[in-house]
């Protein structure tokens, strides 16, 4: 699990056994200690460090994360990638709860400069994913943890507010109107939807309880 609060930028290339990132801070890993077998989340994609370097490290990928993101694409443009370690329990929890496994690409709609902020417009590839989004939801693009600041009624094309700090020590601000961005929705709204539907269809409902005099006391509220 991640939080999707960004902690370094890397550079991404492919390799013979998948992909290799490689810091683009020389002087130590960014990242701190990273071993072999961690989970580093990378634009927002779960991968395994198979191999070390003192550079970076090495993560095999398999076919169905290639095509769900946007990693191979970057690859071979050795672009920049956002970096973030695996959650630890310790961990303060600054963003939102990110699994890594991306839901599916979107498509950069508008770039504006305002006050204070960027407002950076988004659209789903799959209109479907939109029932996920509505106003104030969480939504981490690229693996960063971003709030809706207002959707369409659908959800399938939605901006975010995003600060100065944010935009500037992530991929953000060399993202270009048409570039694809790696999206993932909020695992609560996922897990709701689940939660509710049996085979397409809504689950039964819990029996109502009435809140009598002689049920509060039965459970230790009398």
């Known amino acids: 699990m991640f939080t999707g609060l960004v902690q370094a930028v890397g550079r991404l290339q492919r390799c013979p056994q998948g992909v290799r990132v490689s810091w683009l801070m020389q002087a130590g890993a ?35 994360t290639l ?75 690229d693996g960063i943890s971003l709030t809706v600041a207002g959707c369409d009624p659908g959800g399938d094309r939605f901006w975010i507010a995003v600060i100065p700090h944010t935009w500037a020590s992530t991929t953000l601000a060399e993202r270009r109107l048409g570039d694809r961005v790696n999206l993932e929705a909020d695992l609560l709204a996922k897990y709701t939807e689940r939660l509710l539907l049996e085979g397409g269809r809504p689950a039964a409902a819990a029996p109502a309880q009435d809140l009598s005099d002689s049920w509060l006391a039965e459970h230790g509220w009398g």
């Open 30 to 64: 960014p990242l701190g200690s990273v071993a072999l077998g961690d989970s580093i989340a990378v634009d927002g994609v779960c991968l395994t460090a198979a191999e070390l370097f003192a550079d970076g490290f090495r993560a095999d990928v398999s076919a169905e």
């Open 67 to 141: 095509a769900r993101t946007g990693l191979a694409a970057k690859a071979d443009q050795q672009a920049h990638v956002n970096l973030e370690p695996a959650l630890r329990l310790a961990d303060r929890l600054g963003g939102h709860l990110v699994s890594g496994h991306v839901d599916g690409g979107g498509r950069v709609r508008g770039i504006s400069r305002e006050p204070a902020s960027w407002r950076l417009e988004l659209a789903w590839d799959d209109p479907a994913y939109g029932r996920y989004i509505c106003e104030k939801a969480s939504v981490a693009v």
